[in-house]
């Protein structure tokens, strides 16, 4: 069976400090992956997703990056956090055919202060 | 272009009580449906969908949606609330196939169940 992995789960960064959250899906082979942040009260925005290695899509911009280095591995980064990337993210993955059901990592907490 | 609209942020019922939250897409082709569920602090987990198949879907917890194509809704309902199902819930459609690998969420639901 497939497993998403995120890691960490929670997090504290002063403002202007670096960002490196990370990705992994297990059980499957070329996924399709997304990342997401929940602010609060905001719903679910889709920020990035990827459909093989090193194929970036980028929905919003913003001070974020994403990188694909593996098959099954997703990294979101930032060189200088905001006070407004503070929220919840939310990694995905879905098969690359079909109707593109997403399955969800557990999350990060991301606190900027 | 697709988008969902999930009429009600918050939703609040009594305990047994009939669960009724409303969700309606709008697309181009026919889509698939989806609804997750997601607990405070956790990721999103599929409750159920709709692919093309039976217009009424069951899903995990005894849920149920129907896609009703007339009204272009796909609404989520449960004949009796748990305490358990208090949580905040996403109403979500894909195109069917092409090159579209993105989802298109609603806002979500809070839904609040009450002793």
């Known amino acids: 069976s497939q497993t998403i992995h995120q890691w960490p789960a929670t997090l504290v960064q002063p403002v202007g400090s670096p960002l490196s959250l990370e990705c992994t899906v297990e059980g499957t082979s070329n996924p399709n992956l997304y990342w997401y942040r929940q602010a609060a009260g905001r719903g679910l925005q889709l920020l990035f997703y990827s459909v093989g290695i090193g194929q970036i899509s980028s929905e919003v911009p913003q001070n974020l990056s994403a990188s694909r280095p593996q098959d099954r591995q997703f990294i979101l980064s930032s060189k200088k956090l905001l006070l407004s990337d503070s929220g919840f993210y939310l990694c995905?993955?879905?098969?690359?055919?079909?109707?593109?059901?997403?399955?969800f990592g557990p999350g990060t907490r991301l606190t900027v202060l | 272009a697709q988008s969902v609209t999930q009429l009600g942020s918050h939703v609040s019922v009594s305990e047994g009580a009939l669960v009724l939250l409303r969700c309606n897409y709008s697309s181009s082709v026919p889509p698939y449906l989806f609804w997750y569920v997601q607990y405070p602090n956790q990721g999103l987990q599929l409750l159920l969908k709709y692919t093309s198949a039976a217009t009424l879907v069951k899903g995990i917890n005894g849920f149920e949606a129907e896609f009703k194509k007339s009204e272009t809704s796909f609404h989520l309902t449960k004949p009796s609330a748990h305490m358990s199902d208090a949580a905040e819930y996403f109403c979500?459609?894909?195109?069917?196939?092409?090159?579209?690998?993105?989802?298109?969420f609603g806002k979500g639901t809070l839904l609040t169940v009450n002793p």
């Open positions: 995905a993955w879905s098969p690359n055919w079909d109707y593109n059901e997403q399955f």
């Open positions: 979500a459609v894909s195109d069917i196939g092409g090159s579209n690998y993105k989802l298109t």
